[in-house]
T-cell receptor, first 116, second 115 residues
Framework: EPEVTQTPSHQVTQMGQEVILRCVPISNHLYFYWYRQILGQKVEFLVSFYNNEISEKSEIFDDQFSVERPDGSNFTLKIRSTKLEDSAMYFC??????????????FGPGTRLTVT | GQQLNQSPQSMFIQEGEDVSMNCTSSSIFNTWLWYKQDPGEGPVLLIALYKAGELTSNGRLTAQFGITRKDSFLNISASIPSDVGIYFCAGYTNAGGTSYGKLTFGQGTILTVHP
C-alpha cells in the first residue's frame, strides 16, 4: 500500500540554524501539506501546496518557513532560522483531491525537530 | 479561528467494552475525518465522512457525521489492547472556495484498554 515517507526521522539543530525536512508524498496525489504537533498538543495546519504554489497557509507559517517541490517526487519544508519554539513533530500529508469526496489526507510518520 | 472540541479527553476501559467519543464545533464542516495516532508516529486515517447524517463503518469502528454538520462521533465496539492510542477528529470546510485542504484537528482522546 502506498504511503507518505519522511526524512529524517529525528533532526537536532542549534537555534538560528536552517533545517530542511523532506517528504515523498503518495505518487498519484496532487495536494501536499505540512502540519506540526508540539509535544502533547493537537496537530496544527501549516501550509497546503498544489501545482507548485502555496494554496493556503496558517498564521504559524511566517517568513521563516518555505516549501518547495524540487522534483517530481519530493516535497520539502525549510525553516530558515530555527527558534526554540519550533521544536515539534512535523508531519507531511498528501491527498488526491481537495473538493468533493476522495480528499482523505494521508500522513507520514513525521520528523521530530529538536532545537537547542 | 475554527475549533473542534473533542471529548472525553481520556478513557480507561476494559478489553471487550465499547467506546464512544465525539467532536463538536461552533461552525460547519463539510468533511469529518477520524485518525488514530500511536506514540511517536503519524496519524493514521480510520474513517472519512462526507455527508450530513452519514454513518460509516470500518470493521469494529463506526462513525457518524452529525445532521447539523457541527458534530461527529466515533464508536469502537469490543475493544482490544491494540486499540490503545490517541484518537483525533479532524474537520475540513471549503467555505466559499477559500480553503484548500486545511484540516482542523480536535485535541484528541487518549484511549487506554486494560486486558
Amino acid at each position: 500500500e502506498p504511503e507518505v515517507t519522511q526524512t529524517p526521522s529525528h533532526q537536532v539543530t542549534q537555534m538560528g540554524q536552517e533545517v530542511i525536512l523532506r517528504c515523498v508524498p503518495i505518487s498519484n496525489h496532487l495536494y501536499f501539506y505540512w502540519y506540526r504537533q508540539i509535544l502533547g498538543q493537537k496537530v496544527e495546519f501549516l501550509v497546503s501546496f498544489y501545482n507548485n504554489e502555496i494554496s493556503e497557509k496558517s498564521e504559524i507559517f511566517d517568513d521563516q518557513f518555505s516549501v518547495e517541490r524540487p522534483d517530481g517526487s519530493n516535497f520539502t519544508l525549510k525553516i530558515r532560522s530555527t527558534k526554540l519554539e519550533d521544536s515539534a513533530m512535523y508531519f507531511c500529508a498528501s491527498s488526491r483531491r481537495i473538493a468533493g469526496t476522495d480528499l482523505e489526507q494521508y500522513f507520514g510518520p513525521g520528523t521530530r525537530l529538536t532545537v537547542t | 479561528g475554527q475549533q473542534l472540541n473533542q471529548s472525553p479527553q481520556s478513557m480507561f476501559i476494559q478489553e471487550g467494552e465499547d467506546v464512544s467519543m465525539n467532536c463538536t464545533s461552533s461552525s460547519i464542516f463539510n468533511t469529518w475525518l477520524w485518525y488514530k495516532q500511536d506514540p511517536g508516529e503519524g496519524p493514521v486515517l480510520l474513517i472519512a465522512l462526507y455527508k450530513a447524517g452519514e454513518l460509516t463503518s470500518n470493521g469494529r469502528l463506526t462513525a457518524q457525521f452529525g445532521i447539523t454538520r457541527k458534530d461527529s462521533f466515533l464508536n469502537i465496539s469490543a475493544s482490544i489492547p491494540s486499540d490503545v492510542g490517541i484518537y483525533f477528529c479532524a474537520g475540513y470546510t471549503n467555505a466559499g472556495g477559500t480553503s484548500y485542504g486545511k484540516l482542523t484537528f480536535g485535541q484528541g482522546t487518549i484511549l487506554t484498554v486494560h486486558p
